[in-house]
């Protein structure tokens, strides 16, 4: 988990960001929908992979 990652989550984000506006405007609610749900997922990938360095940061911290 890095910066790729984040990238790539940034990227489904934007991108369903335009898929909602493009439905929005052309009155496609499916379209609109799709961009919804887009988001979230990446939203979700993005939190799991906060969680995840989190759990690694923790892990190192019992370490020392």
Not at 1 to 27: F, I, P, R, W, Y
Not at 32 to 61: L, M, P
């Amino acid at each position: 988990m890095g910066l790729d990652d984040k990238v790539q989550h940034e990227a489904q984000n934007a991108k369903g960001k335009a898929k909602e506006a493009t439905g929005a405007a052309t009155g496609n609610d499916r379209m609109e929908a799709e961009g919804r749900e887009d988001q979230g997922r990446a939203k979700a990938k993005e939190a799991g992979r906060h969680v995840k360095e989190a759990a690694s940061d923790a892990k190192d911290t019992f370490k020392r």
